[in-house]
């Protein structure tokens, strides 16, 4: 049975133009040598900069891996619930139909390309955004759409999920900075309190 190991990184730290800033370059080099010793077929990523660039900058670290663009990673809202939870009543202020429509169209593209099983072993590196880390993680736990609300992940954080035929996704890892030392990890957070 081939199973296909999506290894899921949320871009390096970028300034609000959208670019990798010099820790978002150092956290995409390191999350790189990270994944240097597995056998990565492909680097997939968002068609945003911050994660083309991103992946290029992992690709260095990834010898035989393509680098190539899947329009299903760009950041989007990948669900917009009917009953908004109080604390993100003013992230959906101004939400309707026509936002919801087009979020359920995004993120069924982005499961239905990546969250299945593949038809031969497959170990794949998806450089994408939070919200979309988010939606495939809620999606393999088989939990409610609105789940993904509030599954954050940092700048250049590992996740891993595996599928296999017959068997339910399983998550082996989820926001893992164990790569990045104790400086450039946490970026993309909010302020608060952090373990």
């Known amino acids: 049975m081939a199973t296909r190991h999506l290894y899921l990184v949320r871009h390096g730290a970028a300034d609000a133009f959208g670019r990798l800033t010099d820790v978002g370059e150092r956290q995409s080099e390191l999350v790189g040598e990270r994944l240097a010793a597995l056998p990565i077929d492909t680097v997939w990523h968002s068609p945003l900069p911050r994660a083309a660039y991103c992946a290029?900058?992992?690709?260095t670290r990834l010898p035989g891996a393509a680098v190539r663009e899947a329009p299903e990673?760009?950041?989007h809202v990948p669900h917009v619930p009917v009953d908004v939870p109080p604390a993100w009543a003013a992230f959906f202020d101004g939400y309707g139909a026509a936002e919801a429509g087009r979020a359920r169209r995004a993120?069924?593209?982005?499961?239905g390309r990546f969250a299945r099983p593949a038809a031969t072993e497959a170990h794949e590196v998806l450089v994408t955004h939070a919200y979309q880390v988010a939606w495939l993680v809620r999606d393999a736990l088989g939990a409610p759409p609105v789940r993904w609300l509030g599954l954050n992940c940092g700048n250049a954080a590992l996740t891993v999920v595996e599928y296999r035929d017959g068997d339910a996704p399983a998550v082996l890892l989820y926001n893992d900075m164990?790569?990045?030392?104790?400086e450039l990890r946490?970026?993309?957070?909010?302020?608060?309190?952090?373990?």
């Not at 993120?107 to 499961?111: G, H, Q, R």
């Not at 164990?178 to 104790?182: A, K, Q, R, Y």
């Open 73 to 75: 990673l760009v950041d």
């Open 178 to 182: 164990g790569h990045l030392p104790v």
């Open 107 to 111: 993120a069924d593209a982005l499961t």
């Open 186 to 195: 946490w970026t993309g957070f909010g302020a608060g309190t952090r373990p």
């Open 56 to 59: 290029q900058i992992v690709g």
